[in-house]
């Protein structure tokens, strides 16, 4: 019987590794065949749209601008795998697409496909994240600044001019992109200032729940702290939450400066109703860049720099409009 | 020592807190012998073969093995070593390897292994013990006899001097029995020394030399065989003279209550997915029957037709002359049929459940599944049962997988009671439990049966069938072909039923397992 | 020491989650007894409210206290384990807000009564757990095999329940169940485990359940020739740990009044089957204690509680959970077990010799 419980355990690990493959691997094709009709092939390859908020609004972005009424012919596939996410590469180069939008799963094993890609005279485009391969493999690469949002918002926090700075700090999935950045500008802060402490450090890998706990916990502690940086508006929301119940006061002058990242509509209506502080952008709104970059291409003409940085704005509570959420919200 | 002993065993002791389970005994066997180590349930035997096997450490007592002198075994590895082997009952090899590879598994030396070397071996061997498999089947694909005896192979291959078989032959048929008893011979002839344990007297009397019989982890004595007639081994085993077991039929009356000849229970054409051919049957108020035939010939397969244990696939049923319809085991237990089933641990305990829920289970699931019984009314249930067919356990807390085997099936047989069936079915209630608790459970039956209540019994022992039943079916070949009753009711009348005119070849085989 | 009283103890199926609970207390209390202590506060909603470790752990326990009953049972009929419970929180959640909410991501009020919404989440938790049952009673999959299905599956079909959204409930009522109840000092949480506990002791006095339950696990061949009907058992077993999936995504959903379909009840799946294994339950199936389950899940969140109290990172988690597996397993070994009731019996042998 033991063996038996062992042999569907290996069994079901081996089997969930095939269907993790399969499930987000769905290639989607917007049109079957064109390309004679004047409009350019593009073939995007992103992360899966479920991911996060933030991947639905940049797929959601990608689609509204890659359309034919735009002058595209667009084919999208996803993946959360770098393995598959080269399959689909080479799919499209061998499908002759004229560009190639790529928002890499990793960073890594990129050479031998996009130097098939140049072979074959497909330009590529890289968006949201970068990748460790040649400059000369690709055209351009659009990005956010991971690192320049947490300064800017550990900049906003020194703004505030509180005598003393006691952060629980909620991380996100330690190592990626995203926690490497925003974590970097508080960590280098608060090792250079003597009033700023961190009360509480810990990942919450961008889930709420967790958020919420380990908020819960230093409440619990009777530990003080007056400021709750957290690394997504998610987690932002769990800690909330825990303050709610623990009757701490947040917002716009209130015992606790609550700060989220990514902009989210329901966050940003937070911030217009002044119970949490701050908001930092992570632009997922890149089509338009890639738009002007293949425009530009097109027309013959050369790019003035390879990477091209997103503007990313903070929102303060105190100056935040309705606008700005109908405008920036994901 | 003397010359020709293989094993000596000398004032051999053994405690569990609580139990004596061995007080002195000695064993000795020669070269070249067959020994049966017999005794009832709890007589010590089993605790007797897992000292000489390392698997239970001795209090006191000395063990010695021809060549080696004084022995200490510590472990089954040990004993292996020494030259012990053991093949049990259930079979402890691995079925999804082949009978090469069980054969020498565990055995090999380094890391690497010549298998075509391993196969022709291991085919040598086969063929010199004339075992029907070649090396490169896989073992599942053997009979279980077939199993048993590479199980054998594989000992007799260790250079063992001593072969213990431990209830061989409980799951093998006639024919597989006789290939069994026919290696044996074999092996004795190579002066290997066999210790066979067995429930089954006339087994013991076809293949062994001598008998050791021990009685409440006493030895009671070791006898050749043709000085220990059958009834005077019984007797020794239970410890009292006995008065001819064959007699207790005539202690009970038929049943002359009232509804006497009423047709309790009657198929027609009834057919199920087993295998059976469509059987007409009945059983009268009080009336005890049975199904004879060689094992597989659909015994089994019939009463569970009737109970619909297996899917039914046509025929009909009338309880009490109302046409009833049966398709499921609760539509027979709601017609007052009670099933006894021929396999115990796999079909009839639920192991870890207490003997109370053991008990009650039956009963219950009739009641139906929003009436428990509260906690009170189950214990009088059990003690109710506990008490009448004196069933041992510590309490009724106990759970039934650490009860013996023939009080387990005292267990399921007081399930069936408490329900109060009219018709009671009873497949080989008998199998593998001691001697003592056989005779109850016969006198069991007839009581019941006096009492009113109709019983179908079916044995692999015929004379346990004469004893017991007034009409007998017989199958042959998932087929009924007959059926004796009054004076046709012997022994030579069943097995000529059963082998059929003109069918040599099956007659002889009865004959063989003359009783 | 009285032998007989110990080994009883011993045996007991409580002994192991109370034995564990004892250990973290005590390790608590030696650390900072200020661990132990409850204070009446108000919440922002200005209501009463109970606050401290304690309170959190029964707080936040309660997910898996009411999941640990049904894989309990699940686990006793079929001998395997459900590893969907997850995933189908998080279908039941997103049906629940897509009731609430009418399809509409940020809805003014609430589209449909609380309770209605509910008892959907209800009927979908049941038919995913009839959809698990189906295979593992009818179709003989092995239940982990079988709900590897909805596991895989099961986040996107509740992101499509919504369209991908992610709705809001806008009615502060709906955060009564994973919160207060303005007046009452203690979580709700704590009385929908009792309401739980309470159905369920009534289910297992007044019906067959926890017998058949039992006889089908250790005996499947003996129990349909008892009358009892073994698909059927298997089957029922998976649907109340769907009932049981639906309050558990209540409370869920309501304590933040949102979802996230990729991380709600993460992992909690683990946790539900080590609350089983913690309460002494064979995984294999048959005898079953579900007070020993649940009792099990709140070991399970004070050891949490007690990490996140020590600052250990909430991503290594699962690896001091994966030592309590090592040493529930290692504790259970028949060797180990023997091994101890030797050490016993030489120690009483001493101490008698010294006497």
């Known amino acids: 019987m033991k063996k038996k419980v062992l042999a569907t355990i290996i069994a079901s690990v081996m089997a969930l590794g095939l269907m993790a493959c399969g499930s987000s691997a769905q290639a989607a094709k917007n049109t079957t065949d064109s390309g004679s009709d004047g409009l350019i092939k593009v073939g995007i390859i992103n992360n899966d749209p479920n991911e996060s908020g933030y991947r639905t609004a940049n797929d959601a972005d990608l689609k509204a601008k890659f359309t034919e009424a735009n002058g595209y012919d667009a084919s999208f596939a996803y993946s959360l795998k770098n393995d598959e996410q080269i399959q689909y590469a080479q799919n499209f180069i061998q499908d002759d697409v004229d560009y190639l939008l790529l928002s890499a799963a990793d960073t890594a094993g990129w050479d031998s496909v996009l130097q098939d890609a140049k072979t074959a005279g497909v330009k590529v485009i890289l968006f949201d994240r970068t990748i460790d391969a040649d400059s000369s493999l690709y055209e351009a690469s659009i990005v956010s600044d991971m690192a320049k949002e947490g300064q800017t918002a550990v900049d906003w926090l020194a703004g505030q001019g509180l005598s003393e700075y006691n952060v629980i700090h909620i991380q996100g999935v330690m190592g990626s992109a995203a926690q490497q950045g925003r974590s970097g500008a508080l960590d280098t802060k608060v090792a250079a200032e003597s009033n700023w402490n961190i009360v509480k450090q810990q990942t919450a890998e961008w889930n709420a729940e967790k958020a919420q706990q380990i908020v819960q916990s230093v409440i619990d502690a009777g530990t003080s702290f007056n400021v709750i940086y957290a690394e997504n508006d998610d987690m932002a929301k769990g800690a909330v939450a825990a303050l709610d119940a623990a009757g701490i006061s947040h917002g716009v002058g209130k015992d606790v400066i609550v700060m989220g990242f ?46 091209i940085i997103m503007d990313e704005k903070g929102f303060d509570a105190t100056t935040i409009t309705q606008e700005d959420v109908d405008n920036y919200g994901i | 020592m003397k010359d020709n002993v293989v094993l000596q065993m000398k004032g051999i002791s053994k405690s569990f807190p609580g139990v004596r389970a061995l007080q002195k005994v000695d064993f000795s066997l020669n070269k070249g012998e067959i020994h049966a180590l017999m005794g009832e349930n709890g007589a010590g035997k089993s605790t007797l073969i897992k000292v000489l096997t390392g698997v239970y450490s001795k209090d006191e007592g000395t063990i010695e093995i021809a060549g080696k002198g004084e022995v200490s075994i510590h472990s089954p590895q040990d004993a292996q070593n020494l030259g012990i082997s053991t093949v049990y009952q259930e079979i402890t090899l691995c079925p999804n390897l082949t009978v090469a590879e069980n054969m020498f598994i565990g055995r090999t030396q380094g890391a690497f292994t010549n298998w075509k070397i391993m196969n022709i071996e291991a085919d040598k061997l086969l063929k010199k013990l004339d075992i029907p498999a070649s090396a490169t089947m896989q073992l599942s694909s053997c009979s279980i006899a077939v199993q048993q005896m590479v199980a054998i192979a594989r000992a007799i291959d260790m250079d063992c001097k001593v072969l213990i078989l431990d209830e061989p032959t409980s799951s093998l048929d006639d024919q597989e029995v006789q290939k069994l008893f026919g290696l044996m011979r074999d092996l004795k002839q190579m002066g290997v020394g066999i210790i066979f344990v067995t429930h089954f007297l006339d087994q013991v009397y076809e293949v062994c030399d001598k008998i050791t019989v021990l009685r409440d982890g006493k030895l009671v004595g070791e006898y050749e065989i043709k000085d220990l007639p059958r009834v005077q081994l019984v007797a020794k085993m239970l410890g009292k003279e006995m008065d001819d077991l064959s007699d207790i039929k005539g202690e009970h009356k038929a049943y002359e209550g009232k509804n006497a000849g009423e047709i309790v229970f009657e198929a027609k054409d009834l057919q199920s997915n087993a295998g059976i051919k469509p059987f007409d049957f009945f059983i009268k108020k009080g009336e005890i029957n049975g199904f004879t035939g060689l094992l597989g010939s659909g015994r089994s397969e019939c009463v569970r037709a009737i109970f619909g244990a297996d899917t039914i696939l046509g025929g009909t049923v009338k309880m009490h002359g109302k046409k009833v319809n049966i398709k499921r085991p609760l539509d027979a237990m709601k017609n007052g049929i009670a099933y006894l089933p021929e396999d115990r641990k796999l079909d009839g305990i639920v192991g870890d459940l207490s003997v109370r829920e053991n008990i009650i289970l039956a009963l219950q699931v009739l009641n139906g599944f929003f009436k428990p019984f509260s906690r009170a009314k189950a214990d009088e249930f059990a003690q109710e049962y506990i008490k009448k067919l004196n069933i041992k356990t510590a309490s009724a807390d106990t759970p039934v997988k650490s009860l013996s085997g023939g009080n387990q099936q005292k267990v399921i047989l007081a399930r069936w009671l408490l329900m109060h069936p009219d018709y009671l079915i009873l497949d080989e209630p008998t199998r593998g439990i001691d001697v003592g608790t056989k005779v109850d459970i016969q006198k069991l039956v007839l009581q019941l049966a006096e009492e009113g209540m109709s019983v179908t019994f079916i ?18 070949d998932r087929k009924v072909v007959g059926e004796l009753l009054g004076n046709d009711l012997t022994q030579n009348k069943i097995m000529s039923t059963i082998a059929g005119d003109g069918d040599s070849e099956i007659k002889q085989e009865a004959d063989l397992k003359a009783i | 020491m009285n032998d007989n009283k110990f080994k009883k103890l011993m045996s007991n199926q409580l002994f192991i989650p109370v034995i564990a609970l004892v250990v973290l207390a005590l390790i608590n209390l030696i650390n900072d007894p200020s661990f132990f202590k409850v204070t009446l506060g108000t919440n922002n909603a200005g209501n009463p409210v109970l606050s401290g470790y304690l309170i959190t752990i029964l707080d936040y326990g309660s997910e898996l206290g009411i999941l640990a009953i049904g894989m309990t049972l699940v686990t006793a009929a079929s001998g395997g384990q459900d590893i969907s419970v997850g995933a189908t929180i998080a279908i039941a959640g997103s049906a629940m807000l897509r009731v609430l909410c009418g399809g509409n991501s940020r809805p003014e009020t609430i589209q449909a009564p609380i309770i209605v919404a509910f008892l959907v989440a209800c009927l979908v938790g049941m038919l995913c757990g009839a959809f698990n049952g189906l295979l593992v009673s009818i179709f003989k999959i092995q239940p982990m095999i079988a709900t590897l299905i909805l596991f895989t599956a099961g986040r996107s079909i509740a992101a499509w329940i919504n369209n991908n959204e992610l709705p809001i409930v806008p009615d502060p009522k709906f955060s009564y169940f994973g919160g207060f109840i303005p007046g009452i000092p203690i979580p709700t949480t704590v009385f929908i485990v009792a309401i739980c506990i309470v159905i369920i002791a009534l289910v297992l006095k007044f019906t067959n359940l926890g017998l058949y339950t039992q006889a089908v696990g250790i005996n499947e061949n003996s129990s349909r020739l008892n009358g009892i009907n073994p698909t059927f058992i298997k089957f029922l077993s998976f ?38 294994a913690l309460g002494g339950n064979a995984l294999s199936g048959g005898k079953f204690n579900i007070w020993a389950s649940i009792l099990g899940a709140y070991v399970i969140q004070f050891l949490t509680t007690t990490l996140y109290k020590f600052n250990v990172q909430s991503d290594a988690l699962a690896a001091y959970k994966a030592v309590v597996v090592i040493v529930l397993v290692i504790f259970s070994a028949p060797k180990v077990r023997e091994y101890m009731k030797d050490a016993r019996k030489k120690i009483i042998k001493v101490q008698k010799e010294a006497a």
């Open chain 1, 262 to 307: 990514d902009c989210n509509k329901w966050a940003l209506e937070e911030l217009l109703a002044q119970n949490w502080n701050y908001d930092g952008q992570c632009n997922p709104f890149q089509a338009s860049y890639i738009d002007d970059i293949i425009k530009t291409l097109e027309s013959g003409g050369t790019l003035s720099q390879k990477t």
């Open chain 2, 459 to 476: 044995s692999s022992e015929t004379d346990e069938m004469l004893r017991t039943c007034s009409r007998l079916v017989v199958m042959r």
């Open chain 3, 239 to 276: 649907v109340i740990l769907g009932l049981c999936v639906a309050v558990a995504a209540l409370i869920k959903v309501s304590r933040l009044s949102t979802i996230n379909y990729s991380v709600i009840a993460k992992d909690i799946e683990m946790d539900a089957i080590l609350a089983v």
